[in-house]
């Protein structure tokens, strides 16, 4: 590393803060979006109707067998954090989630990936991620290893698209920093003190395992078709020189 890296480090971040708008501009209106939503939600409708609205836009069983579409999107429209508690575990997921996960990695993968794929892939995991966890919570709910208000428990946020998200971000690390970060993503929803109410960790462990591990094939997959692009690439830049 060059010596004077670390002085140009604060140049380096005031320059990415300039150029966000123009780089990642998908993510800009999605986090605005998100926290136009927060606000709506905690400080602009009743307590009762904020709570109805939490419940209807919560993709438990119960939601994804009534109306999919509509749990799905709308779960995926507000985050289940805070911004102001700085002294609370909410926070810390905020941050993780919200933060990384969103401003950061997402906006990273608008700028590799473009703005439609980005967004593919954060709505692939979110998506992906909470249908594969249905499908383990009914197999679950048979085998008796989850209690039965499971089917309507509250489960709406950006986290598992966060952690597709986070996931895919390795990418953007030098091969050193993989591996300690790749064990970070895998950690964090580890890290909360959750019960595991049978052989299986709690269904909201699975969803982030599930999304991370979405991710990280995307990741992958994305890494193979540009070692194959260059490699492809490399014989024609060959055979062009004299």
């Known amino acids: 590393m060059n010596a004077r890296s670390p002085r140009r480090l604060p140049a380096r971040l005031l320059r990415a803060v300039r150029t966000y708008p123009r780089r990642s501009p998908v993510t800009l209106g ?77 906006a990273w993968a608008e700028r590799r990936l473009g703005g439609l794929r980005a967004a593919a892939v954060f709505l692939g995991g979110h998506i992906g991620a909470t249908l594969v966890t249905a499908a383990v919570i009914l197999l679950a709910l048979r ?5 039965e208000s499971v089917r309507h428990a509250s489960d709406y946020g950006i986290s598992y698209g966060a952690q ?8 953007a690390l030098p091969r050193w920093a993989r591996l300690p970060w790749a064990a970070f993503v895998l950690a964090w929803p580890l890290s909360g003190g959750h019960d595991w109410p049978g052989p299986l960790p709690d269904f909201t462990t699975v969803g982030h395992l599930l999304s991370a591990a979405l991710g990280f094939a995307v990741a992958g997959a994305v890494a193979v ?11 024609a830049t060959a055979d062009a020189q004299p």
């Open 30 to 106: 999605y986090v605005g979006l998100l926290l136009l939503g927060h606000v709506w939600v905690e400080d602009l409708l009743s307590p009762a109707r904020a709570d109805a609205l939490r419940e209807y836009i919560s993709t438990n069983l119960d939601n994804l067998h009534d109306h999919p579409v509509t749990a799905l999107l709308g779960s995926a429209l507000l985050y289940d954090g805070t911004l102001t508690d700085i002294a609370s575990t909410g926070f810390g997921g905020t941050l993780i989630t919200l933060g990384l996960g969103v401003c950061c990695c997402l």
């Open 164 to 171: 597709t998200a986070l996931a895919f971000a390795t990418l």
């Open 143 to 147: 085998h008796g290893w989850y209690p």
């Open 225 to 235: 078709a540009s070692s194959r692009r260059r490699r492809a690439a490399a014989p």
